[in-house]
């Protein structure tokens, strides 16, 4: 039983200062976490009863496709980390430290290392596969930006699961059950508009993964999806395909002087010429030995980053340009380009078969006009890749048609194909049934519980509050007890609370001894779905009043029958998300 007045935490009208989105403002003002520090927050009652909820759903549907809950620890010896060899390739993000003894330490960000070392001795013969086991656990990933409340954070709780098995096959099949566990997941938890799209594996490794992305302006993430055949695909993974522009005739390389000219908007300016005909030069360095990687893409395309660190198997960062790198800056260009040894040059497959176009001429206060790069850089035996990012009314990579668009959403789960990235750097074997030895494969599978709780209150709000489905709030019902020191309400309030209670159903009793407007307000921040109000006025009739927080339906029920029809209202919403 609980009562509001005995609720802690405090709830307030204020926006907080510093709340770029409504998610994150709404459940400080509801008293639902309390900022820490960056990326760091404390839970009170109403968002861990949330949480639990989310934890039993994931509970639920990772036993239905036969998956065994374990706990795996947060501070994890380095050398399972070494083992892997992510103990060095993976960035800042993994915080590592030292015991008192000098060993290396980590904080799991994620436990693919742990799962391998659970059950490589367990799954040592064909006749153990395949198996799943799950965990849910806080993690620590050391974020260089948190934002959005628990949208991005540096601790959580996160569902993660790791099935084995000894085929392809027998893994795509488990990847398929996994994928509908995920959809019954988030129609379950009030978010049946989640879609599923390709992505990048970025630092899990694995040949095939999918992100479920919730569709919002608010989003981190670029969702390139075609409205005609359906393709679906993360930013970072999504296929740039540009259509050539028509050159004309070609024109000689010609030397142009462009004083003040540094950017490749200038210099069109100073041309009069689209951003469709020049060559742009990026450059950037890499993280494992600073050597200087130039890339040349059309004008009017972005450098796809995520291709980028794929492809150079290292993480890059902007340039330092300076004289002794042999770059002149704001002046780069594929031809005669001088570059110290060790560094890179790569054409994006936006400049191929195109010409006459204008780049830097490597000089400056100079650019070219007239450039066909198989003519005038041929010499270099050009390879050209896909390194653009795609593009809103670019060409689906799917059905060819110039249809694409670009959405913003958040990341609410992934699942990945790793393969035997991990099994294979850690020496897990088994033995097939010809008594061969094999490597297993593996699918990992993750939710993160506060960020899907905050963008199921990102998704259902109102100016009010979050409007909490009924399966995942804090409280089935809110009670609001109008003048409590009259004792024939009073009377009336206690009797449907304990009534309420006898049914099952989670209450929250507002019995506190303040306006019915602060009891609304805070129902409202709340977001709990049926409220019922017990005041003088209703009293005279022998009813109460029903009200759904969503504001779409409000009833004047008997005071005899108010249990009952609450009780309907609770299993109607129940209905609508098709639960049990």
């Avoid at 540096?154 to 795509?172: A, P, V």
């Avoid at 035997?420 to 010809?434: F, I, N, Q, S, V």
């Avoid at 977001?527 to 009293?539: A, D, M, Q």
Wanted: aromatic fraction near 8%.
């Amino acid at each position: 039983m609980m009562k509001l007045s005995q609720l802690v935490g405090e709830r307030f009208k204020e926006r907080p200062a510093g709340c770029a989105i409504d998610s994150h403002a709404l459940m400080l003002r509801g008293g639902y976490m309390k900022y820490v520090s960056s990326g760091s927050f404390s839970q009170y009652a109403p968002l861990r009863r949330i949480c639990r909820k989310i934890e039993a759903i994931l509970r639920e549907e990772m036993d239905r496709i036969g998956g065994q809950e374990v706990l795996f620890p947060v501070a994890l010896p380095g050398e399972l980390w070494q083992e892997s060899g992510r103990f060095d390739s993976v960035g800042k993000e993994l915080l590592r430290f030292r015991d008192r003894n000098g060993a290396d330490m980590v904080l799991g960000m994620t436990h693919e290392e742990a799962a391998v070392q659970l059950v490589r001795e367990y799954a040592q013969t064909y006749a153990k596969y395949p198996f799943m086991v799950y965990q849910i656990q806080t993690k620590f990933r050391d974020e260089a930006r948190p934002r959005g409340g628990l949208i991005r954070v540096r601790e959580f709780t996160m569902k993660d699961g790791y099935s084995f098995h000894t085929s392809q096959e027998d893994l795509e099949q488990y990847y398929g059950l996994c994928l509908q566990a995920y959809s019954r997941i988030f129609a379950r938890v009030g978010l049946p508009e989640v879609i599923a799209v390709a992505s990048d594996s970025g630092m899990m490794g694995g040949n095939l993964s999918h992100e479920f992305m919730l569709l919002t302006p608010v989003g981190e993430d670029s969702i390139v999806r075609c409205p005609e055949c359906g393709f679906c695909s993360n930013m970072e993974a999504a296929e740039s395909i540009v259509e050539g522009i028509e050159a004309g005739p070609a024109q000689p390389l010609s030397l142009v002087h462009t004083p003040n000219v540094h950017t490749i908007e200038e210099l069109c300016q100073f041309l009069h010429i689209p951003l469709e005909q020049s060559c742009k030069a990026v450059v950037y360095q890499t993280r494992r030995d600073s050597r200087f990687v130039v890339v040349f893409i059309r004008g009017d395309l972005e450098v796809n980053e995520t291709k980028l660190t794929n492809y150079l198997q290292d993480e890059v960062y902007p340039a330092d340009i300076t004289p002794e790198c042999g770059l002149a800056a704001g002046y780069i260009g594929p031809c005669n380009l001088c570059v110290n040894g060790g560094n890179t040059v790569l054409f994006d497959r936006s400049l191929q078969g195109t010409g006459n176009l204008s780049c830097g001429a490597n000089r400056e206060g100079y650019h070219y006009t007239g450039l066909w790069i198989e003519r005038d850089c041929g010499d270099r035996g050009i390879v050209y890749l896909d390194l653009a990012k795609a593009r809103e009314g670019g060409v689906c990579p799917k059905c060819g048609r110039r249809s694409l668009t670009v959405s913003r959403g958040i990341e609410v789960g992934n699942i990945f194909q790793l393969g035997d990235k991990y099994t294979r750097a850690m020496g897990m074997t088994c033995l097939d049934p010809e008594g061969n030895t094999r490597y297993p494969l593996m699918g990992c599978y993750g939710i993160g519980v506060e960020r899907l709780a905050a963008s199921v209150c990102e998704a259902h709000h109102d100016e009010y509050g979050p409007i909490w489905p009924v399966s995942i709030a804090p409280w089935q019902v809110h009670l609001c007890c109008v003048r409590p020191n009259q004792s024939e309400t009073k009377a009336a309030a206690d009797s449907i609370w304990q009534q309420l209670e006898a049914l099952g159903l989670e209450v929250i009793y507002d019995d506190r001894n303040v306006r019915a407007g602060v009891m609304f307000s805070d129902g409202d921040l709340l977001g709990i779905p049926v409220r019922v109000v017990v005041s003088p006025r209703s009293l005279k009739d022998g009813c109460c009043e029903l009200t759904l927080r969503d504001k779409s339906r409000t009833e004047l029920v008997a005071l005899d029958h108010a249990a009952a029809a609450v009780d309907q209202w609770v299993r109607e919403l129940r209905e609508q998300l098709r639960l049990p």
